[in-house]
């Protein structure tokens, strides 16, 4: 790194090394300085790349909804290929994937920023930053523009958040100077960074996808995007695993605000972990019945035994809709009580603008989720 910003900075051989300035918001917010062996700028062709677009149809009839995600399959493709879109709105399109096989190309979203949940496998997120390793239970925030690709080690099962906005940690976890208060349920070492990898001094044509809002390209660069020779600043992608998070536990039931993990305009995101339960001698572990009348609330089951809800399994999804009450399916709190603590791992989305339903979502929905409140007739 040259000692000062916006200064020559020479290669061995004598040429300069190209800075780029990575800035989000124009030049107003987070950013980042990277020094490239070459320029990022040298394009050699740009193409159609032809995404078909997102078929959303409404939530209507409006009611709760289980969708069986696992159904969902793509086999043998990569992390972007194989993403399957199942809800969205204008803030975020939340899709499933299954990336069997590296990436043969980079991918760049300039729409907003990307939030991987890897509910299972592990590999390598490869970007201008470096090497970011990934493994179950990680949560890997990518910022809008990065520039990467998902090499897997073993199949990978991931939830796909992309937004339009900026994903940041909740406000009401940070100081007046940005770093996380002692109450957070995390703390700034739990949070891991790319490792810088020696550049890779290659020209050639190298494919990078571009999407940004329903536009799409193909560019062919001259200079591999991992050219890089240093960076600095706070804009990068990073990971947080769940087993990281020190979820806030109380006397009485804590509502999800409590388990809250990042936020993003639209949207706000919390982890349900492994924990202890409430510890009042006469609490119920099982949350209360309740009816988010102005959110979409959209959980995904990881893995333990999930004990307020009926007939979900691993990668579930179930989508309880603004306005339509829902809470422990029959026999769940009864169950429950006495219990000391769960094992259970569930993430989970709401949505502040209503969600509507992709084709691949309907297919694998579960259509009598709805009813599975009812109480079976005593004799
Ligand atoms: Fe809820």
Redesign the pocket.
């Known amino acids: 790194m040259p000692h000062k910003r916006h200064i020559q900075f020479r290669r061995p051989d004598g040429g300069l090394y190209a800075e780029e300035l990575f800035s989000t918001k124009g030049f107003e917010s987070v950013y980042s300085l990277i020094y490239h062996l070459r320029p990022p700028t040298a394009t050699l062709d740009v193409r159609p790349w032809e995404r078909p677009p997102i078929r959303f149809s409404p939530n209507d009839p409006l009611r709760n909804r289980h969708f069986k995600t696992p159904q969902v399959a793509r086999d043998g493709e990569d992390a972007i290929e194989s993403r399957a879109p199942l809800l969205g709105n204008d803030d975020v399109v939340l899709s499933i994937a299954n990336a069997q096989r590296p990436m043969e190309y980079f991918y760049r979203n300039t729409g907003g920023d990307e939030l991987l949940f890897i509910h299972s496998g592990a590999g390598i997120l490869e970007s201008q930053f470096g090497e970011l390793a990934y493994r179950p239970h990680d949560y890997l925030v990518i910022p809008t523009g990065t520039t990467y690709r998902i090499v897997p080690a073993s199949p990978t099962r991931m939830l796909v958040h992309e937004m339009t906005g900026t994903i940041t940690l909740p406000r009401k976890y940070r100081n007046e100077f940005g770093q996380l208060e002692e109450h957070a349920p995390y703390y700034e070492r739990d949070f891991r960074a790319p490792m810088l990898k020696p550049p890779v001094e290659a020209q050639g044509e190298y494919e990078v996808r571009v999407t940004s809002g329903g536009r799409h390209a193909i560019y062919v660069v001259q200079n591999h995007p991992c050219d890089v020779v240093g960076w600095d600043g706070y804009c990068y992608p990073y990971a947080f695993n769940l087993e990281e998070f020190a979820p806030i536990t109380g006397k009485l039931h804590q509502p999800?605000p409590a388990h809250a993990t990042f936020e993003a305009p639209g949207a706000a995101f919390c982890a349900f972990v492994p924990r202890m339960f409430d510890y009042h001698p006469l609490a119920i572990p099982v949350?209360y019945n309740?009816s988010?009348v102005d959110c979409d609330?959209v959980?995904y089951y990881v893995s333990g035994n999930f004990m307020s809800r009926r007939g979900v399994e691993e990668g579930s999804i179930t989508l309880?809709s603004s306005g339509a009450p829902?809470?422990p399916q029959p026999g769940a709190v009864e169950s429950s009580l006495g219990k000391t603590s769960t094992d259970e791992i569930a993430v989970m989305v709401d949505t502040f603008k209503p969600l509507l339903l992709a084709e691949a979502a309907i297919a694998c929905e579960d259509p009598s989720y709805f009813r599975s409140w009812i109480e079976a007739p005593t004799a």
Request: hydrophobic content about 10%.
């Open positions: 999800p949350p309740h988010s609330e959980l309880h829902h809470g």
